[in-house]
T-cell receptor
């Protein structure tokens, strides 16, 4: 059973560019959350997608947007990249309704903005 | 003040020691408490998940939640060098599947 997968693993961009990161959830999961983890910090919640809609959003600007597809996979898009966007971007998936369900994380995409 | 506080460490212990990792929080609405282990340059791996107050044990790991003190702990017995990693606490008010608030993580090094 494949866990959460993310692509690409690493990415280098320059300021002002746009980037798209991809996530496939764990089998049987229908909810995808995205987090940003700066070096030496804990993950910060960006947003969560369920039924192809953004259900919750953290304190991130509109430059951060996302999408969920009918197969539950998801994309995170970041426009007008800033140096401060350099971080590990984590995708987490979860199911619905089952007590004890929690979020399972992928390996992350490491983004470097120059 | 951050919603979740966690000592960043680093914490160095000899192999075989009992390790105690802690987080405090300010939001009394938190009901779901998780501990993740993160190796360098990897994604977080779920270790323990607890709901409300009490203890939960899984192998060498024990998680404790004291909601009256807004304090959670993770104990690792018989620590091994392979336990060397960053340990993240995470909390949620709504459910185990909603927005998580994480601590900054505690770096642990177990010396052989």
């Amino acid at each position: 059973d494949a866990g959460v997968t993310q692509s690409p693993t690493h990415l280098i961009k320059t300021r002002g560019q746009q980037v798209t990161l991809r996530c496939s959830p764990k089998s049987g999961h229908d909810t995808v959350s995205w987090y940003q983890q700066a070096l030496g910090q804990g993950p910060q919640f960006i947003f969560q997608y369920y039924e192809e809609e953004e259900r919750q959003r953290g304190n991130f600007p509109d430059r951060f947007s996302g999408h969920q597809f009918p197969n539950y996979s998801s994309e995170l898009n970041v426009n007008a990249l800033l140096l401060g966007d350099s971080a590990l971007y984590l995708c987490a998936s979860s199911g619905q309704g089952a007590w004890g369900e929690t979020q399972y994380f992928g390996p992350g995409t490491r983004l470097l903005v120059l | 003040q951050k919603e979740v506080e966690q000592d960043p460490g680093p914490l160095s212990v000899p192999e075989g020691a009992i390790v105690s990792l802690n987080c405090t929080y300010s939001n009394s609405a938190f009901q779901y408490f998780m501990w993740y282990r993160q190796y360098s340059r990897k994604g977080p791996e779920l270790l323990m998940y607890t709901y409300s107050s009490g203890n939960k044990e899984d192998g060498r790991f024990t998680a404790q939640v004291d909601k009256s003190s807004k304090y959670i702990s993770l104990f690792i017995r018989d620590s091994q060098p392979s336990d060397s990693a960053t340990y993240l606490c995470a909390m949620s008010a709504t459910s185990g599947t909603y927005k998580y608030i994480f601590g900054t993580g505690t770096r642990l090094k177990v010396l052989a």
